[in-house]
């Protein structure tokens, strides 16, 4: 098989119907990450930051699940949890019926193998003293894909083409490079090894704006030809529109809204959502919509808010809501929705109708 053909292999963009009818690619149940805080000498009370406090999604093959919240509200440690690049304190990962948070040596390493990462610092997760050819070769060498220099050359050859870098770039460094171009390099690496799964860990956020469509545009392209999925992280609602089939959006550590991209941008059911819909800048003639303003800061993800998370800082909170905590429920068609109101109150709760 050539290198061509091993970095661009059939696929296409799916739809809901090519998604529902398959196993899912990755299943994560009451994913939990928990990292402990440091107390003082007399203190005897263990105290834990809850970054991700019982996460439960799946991924369908070829799919991008959108995962967007503010900074801290933990989305990018659920993205290296699902990878066990930061370990889980608690939950399950299938990846493809397999579980991955059984899996050690040679097994690990196969199954990590399929599941990549694209980090936010273009600037930073690249090795500065390795050409640009030895951080794609990187992880065909630690797999031991190929046993001569030439077949791996040529492979990462391949893969700078696909990404739009000449390969006569192939012995410079990363710092030759622009922002852009460095993110294509790493877009290189995550796919050299032809994955089944990329976290997109907020991609193209460190990149100008006029960059940004460009590499979405890439990440797409690139999906269509090779068939990968996404769980694709950033704070950007555009992007996050632009590029999901499905959004998952979360604040402090736990989902409180998923749904079909189309459903959530049409009618956002969780207050919290509604809150972000409402900052997204909008054409003048749509200027009519009022934007909620949130009050406060996010809380401390240590001491979190009784009952619901968000009643802090929601604006439809009720006496119930700071005692009992609502679940995360199915409101149909698998737009689910954690507020103990979904579903009861009038669409436009902040006084006009949300427009996508
Ligand atoms: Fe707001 Fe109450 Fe719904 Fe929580 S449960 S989002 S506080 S209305």
Sequence with gaps: MSAASNIRRNGRRPGMNDTMSKDPLLEVNHLKKLFPVKS???SREKKFIRAVDDVSFKLMPKETLGVVGESGCGKSTMGRSVLRLIQPTEGEILY??????????????????????????????????MTVGEVIAEPLNIQKTYSSKEETREHVLEAMKVVGINPKYYNRYPHEFSGGQR????????????????VCDEPV??????????VLNL????????????IFISHN???????????????????????????????????????????IPLPERHSKRKKIILQGDLPSPVNQ????????????????????????????????????????????????????
């Design 40 to 42: 003082g000498l007399l």
């Design 96 to 129: 493809k019926g397999k579980d991955f948070m059984k899996a050690s040596g040679a097994e690990l390493r196969k199954m990590r193998s399929d599941m990549q990462i694209i980090f936010q610092d273009p600037y930073a997760s690249l090795n500065p003293r």
């Design 183 to 198: 993110q294509r390099i790493g877009i290189a690496r995550s796919i050299v090894l032809h994955p089944s799964l990329i």
């Design 205 to 214: 956020s460190a990149l100008d704006v006029s960059i940004q469509s460009q």
């Design 219 to 230: 990440l797409r392209d690139l999906q269509e030809s090779m068939g990968m999925a996404y």
């Design 237 to 279: 609602l555009s992007v996050i529109r632009h590029i999901s089939d499905r959004v998952m959006v979360m604040y402090l550590g736990h989902v409180v809204e998923m749904a079909d991209k189309d459903e959530l941008f049409k009618d956002p059911l969780h207050p919290y959502t509604q809150a972000l819909m409402s900052a």
């Design 305 to 356: 808010p009784s009952g619901c998370i968000f009643h802090t800082r929601c604006f439809m909170a009720q006496d119930i809501c700071s005692k009992e905590k609502p679940e995360l429920r199915d409101m149909g068609n698998g737009h689910m929705c954690a507020c103990h109101f979904c579903g009861k109150m009038e669409k436009g709760i902040c006084g006009e109708k949300l427009q996508g």
